[in-house]
């Protein structure tokens, strides 16, 4: 058997599967992760480049599971912590004060809060609106001011079940806030990913038998490549070669054509005289 029938029978093969090799419109096969055209498959996944890629493209992957794994745990750790808390503030709202009847009475009561007291029990003053001078601009105006003025507030002073309610208002949201920052922790993972980059990418050198036998079998690859483009080179050829003697064949069948017309033109001019 010739090249060419060996090259035939090469290419008659079934593809090959692999889930990084891929091939383009022209059939030609190709990496996907070294993003080179392969000629043998078998000799490219023993190669230095492929194998960089591929243990690059591998910590790629383990690297987004890492990053996507701890997310999805301070979700669900989030999620019980909230369900855990809100029965808690629930509990307290509806509960009533656990304080003694009579605790405010007149001989419990601290000595700070007297003034407190005072202040909710002696009323309120309002203002009392002004009285007419007579003159109607003057007056408006003095209305005026008085609308304007903001009305005295009065505050309570909260209870003890109130200030528990707050406080444990703001043991949730202090949680919660610690909840977010550490959700943001999975971050700090990034600088061991790259050391371990690093570590896959230093290989050792290849020893005189590797070298000899990539050697060779880069040799076999530019050979069989050469034979390719030959036989490529003579396909082009053949084709160009049958186009112009189709081409030939149409010329000539038209000349005679257009002969056989002008003979018969002749012949019917002759009869005619």
Not at 42 to 53: C, G, P, Y
Not at 169 to 187: L, N, S, T
Request: glycine share 2%.
């Amino acid at each position: 058997m010739d090249a060419r029938s060996l090259l035939r029978a090469k290419k008659a093969e079934a593809k090959i599967v692999h889930p990084y090799a891929s091939y383009t419109a022209a059939g030609s096969l190709r990496c996907s992760i070294c993003s080179v055209p392969v000629k043998q498959w078998d000799a490219h996944l023993l190669t230095k480049q492929h194998r960089v890629s591929a243990a690059r493209e591998k910590a790629e992957k383990e690297k987004m599971e890492r990053a996507k794994r701890p997310r999805q745990e301070t979700t669900a750790e989030g999620s019980s912590k909230r369900q855990r808390i809100h029965p808690e503030v629930e509990e307290d709202e509806g509960q009533p004060s656990q304080l003694p009847s009579g605790f405010f009475s007149a001989k419990n009561k601290p000595a700070d809060t007297d003034d407190v007291i005072k202040l909710e029990a002696s009323p309120v003053d309002v203002a009392a609106p002004p009285a007419k001078t007579g003159d109607t601009e003057l007056d408006d105006f003095l209305a005026s001011l008085e609308e304007t003025t903001p009305a005295p507030t009065t505050s309570a002073p909260t209870s003890i079940a109130s200030k528990r309610r707050l406080a444990s208002y703001k043991a949730v949201d202090d949680e919660i806030v610690g909840q977010a920052v550490y959700q943001a922790a999975p971050v700090m993972n990034a600088p061991a990913t790259k050391e371990q980059d690093v570590k896959m990418e230093e290989e050792p050198e290849e020893t005189e038998a590797e070298r000899r036998e990539r050697l060779a079998r880069e040799e076999r690859e530019e050979i069989m490549a050469r034979l390719e483009e030959e036989e490529r080179a003579q396909e082009d050829a053949d084709l160009r070669v049958m186009a112009l003697k189709q081409r030939m064949e149409m010329i000539k069948k038209r000349k005679e054509a257009r002969e056989g017309t002008k003979s018969k033109d002749k012949s019917a001019i002759t009869n005619g005289i």
